[in-house]
């Protein structure tokens, strides 16, 4: 894969959380209690899992977001800071507190109930404050935690600047086909597709979006039609314990390999190395590769 000696610059624009997690050892059914074998809490959110992990590969990143005034929301600013993160464009806002994201884990899978709380804060005016901006870099990266409102304006501007544009779909919900005609890269669950664009012949989409629509599940595995034939990758090198994060961390190695100008299928191998790096550690940001684990 080719690492130009440029640096990518993108701008990420979502949600931002404190992830409070706990192991079991089993995901509870309705009208039942369990006991918690660990309780922990991590970084989370998926526009700062790819803010850091777009950084710790080489970017340049502004990250534009939105947390409470509240011990969490200065946690999440420091750490951002100390990720090489700029958050000239992260906004305080006393109308909410810091979004958080509750999460019970067993055996590698795991219930997860996000408050988005700040995070719905995040206002079109905020994403015009930081215009300036968007002339100058490379890429910019959306997320679904954020009102479809924020999201579709962020698009809109990306665009009008002529710049490149990759959406992580989740959680996933409807995304207009206009919307989905001009965005550079779309990554999706499998298990989504029919929320996403309305139905579910996952061949039939990914051969109408080819090299555009990347297909995810559980075992780091992508597909996608590459205008002649499916392409399937899958990373078995190392072992998948930890599931929370993949697709962040794909997104975040696929938009930097774009970035360095590789094709579609060196992109979806490199997005897929990141992500099994980040399977073997706890938490959306643990593991979140950085370059020299690639290069050094």
Known sequence: MNFSSEQPKIIVVGSSSIDLLLETEKIPCPNETVL????????????????VGTARLGASVYFVGCVGM??????????????????????????QSTGTAYVTSSGGDAAIVVVPAANKCLSIEHIEAADKYFHTVDLVLVQLEVSLEVVEYTIRKAKKYGKKVGLYASP??????????????VVAKSSDLHIIFGEDQREDILKKYFNKVFVRDDTNSTI?????????????????????????????????????????????????????????????????????????
């Open 172 to 185: 996933a919900m409807r995304m207009s086909d206009e919307l989905l005609e001009t965005i550079d890269f």
């Open 224 to 296: 996608y039609f590459d205008g002649t034939e499916m392409k399937y990758y899958r990373n078995d090198k190392d072992k998948t314990v930890y599931k929370m994060g993949m697709g962040d961390a794909f997104t975040s190695g696929f938009a930097i390999a774009l970035c360095h100008g590789n094709s579609i299928e060196e992109c979806v191998k490199f997005g897929n190395e990141v992500s099994s790096k980040i399977s073997g550690s706890k938490g959306s940001q643990s593991g979140l590769p950085r370059v020299s684990d690639f290069f050094s």
């Open 70 to 95: 509240d011990p969490l929301g200065q946690q999440i600013m420091r750490n951002l800071v100390s990720e090489n993160v700029n958050v000239g464009f992260v906004y305080e806002t006393d109308r």
């Open 36 to 51: 918690a074998t660990n309780s922990d809490s991590y970084f989370g959110g998926k526009g700062a899992n790819q803010a």
